[in-house]
């Protein structure tokens, strides 16, 4: 996957900060400081941990689900299963899903971008073979080029 070199994930800190910053921020900024809000957020976090490792689906508004999965190595296809010490243990993963509001507003902006030169979304370029897929495709020009992007 593609992204911009010198970006890190957004933390707790980053979105209070966001969050003291907006425009729409009501609160008194000398009652609600950035450290307040990164505690909250932080134990919203650590909720939302806590919920996924004991199974439950966490729903966050506006954006989608995370939903946790237990799995079981089939074995099917005649491939071989897994040979861990002790066989085969059950495993866990995670699916996350969006909702329909924010899947039309990334493709909006992503054909947006395309259509002003910009080859992915912002801080999520194109890979180098994604790049060589739409200039086959024709979806983008030949002499189109990636900035910031990885060298996959």
């Known amino acids: 996957m ?6 890190k994930a957004l933390s707790a800190y980053k979105m209070a900060k966001r969050i003291f910053n907006r425009e729409d921020n009501i609160y008194d900024k000398k009652v609600i400081t950035k450290q307040l809000i990164t505690s909250i957020l932080l134990m919203y976090m650590d909720e939302c941990r806590k919920a996924l490792a004991e199974g439950e689906r966490i729903e966050i508004s506006k954006v989608g689900s995370i939903i946790p999965e237990v799995k079981v190595h089939e074995g099917n296809f005649n491939l071989p ?3 861990k010490d002790g066989g085969n ?3 866990t993963k995670l ?9 039309d507003t990334m493709n909006r902006n992503l054909l ?4 002003s030169g910009i080859y992915g979304l912002d801080k999520l370029p194109f890979s180098r073979q994604q790049m060589d897929i739409l200039k086959k495709s ?3 020009p030949a002499d189109a080029k990636i900035e910031n992007g990885d060298d996959e």
Do not use: D, F, H, Q
Request: glycine letters at 8%.
């Open 2 to 7: 593609a992204r911009v070199k010198g970006t």
């Open 81 to 83: 299963m897994c040979n």
């Open 89 to 91: 243990p059950p495993y």
């Open 95 to 103: 699916k996350i899903t969006r909702n329909n509001l924010l899947r």
């Open 112 to 115: 947006s971008n395309i259509e």
């Open 138 to 140: 024709g979806y983008i």
